[in-house]
């Protein structure tokens, strides 16, 4: 799927409606539509890039902003002190439904692990 199919893309675009929390010049964060916790927001890179293991050594600041991203929603989420997950899944066979990189930001109740 190309840049111009995808969901995330077209959210980044301004062409599908999301709900966002924040966001930085190179990243968006925004709502899950499907939410697995109390808080679940969605951390993206701007540009797409299919998945971790897409990321080239030019994208080595790329993905340091997200994780700091996703520490700035967790504070402005409030979830911070009580903790929070911070997770990307990495192909279909661990989850991950839309092939553009995301960090989900998961809290506001006790997280089990193994999750499911």
Not at 38 to 59: A, K, T
Not at 91 to 96: C, D, L, M, N, S
């Amino acid at each position: 799927m190309g840049s111009d199919d995808c969901l995330f893309c077209r959210i980044v675009r301004g062409e599908i409606p999301a709900d966002i929390v924040a966001e930085g010049d190179s990243w968006l964060a925004f709502r899950d539509i499907q939410p697995q916790a109390p808080v679940h927001v969605l951390v993206i890179p701007r540009r797409h890039v299919e998945g971790v293991g897409s990321l080239g050594e030019e994208d080595r600041d790329l993905a340091g902003e997200l994780l700091f991203a996703a520490a700035q929603v967790a504070r402005s989420e409030g979830i911070a002190e009580t903790g929070y997950r911070a997770v990307t899944n990495v192909g279909e066979r661990a989850g991950q439904s839309v092939f553009h990189l995301h960090v989900h930001v998961l809290g506001g109740r006790r997280m089990r692990w193994p999750p499911g």
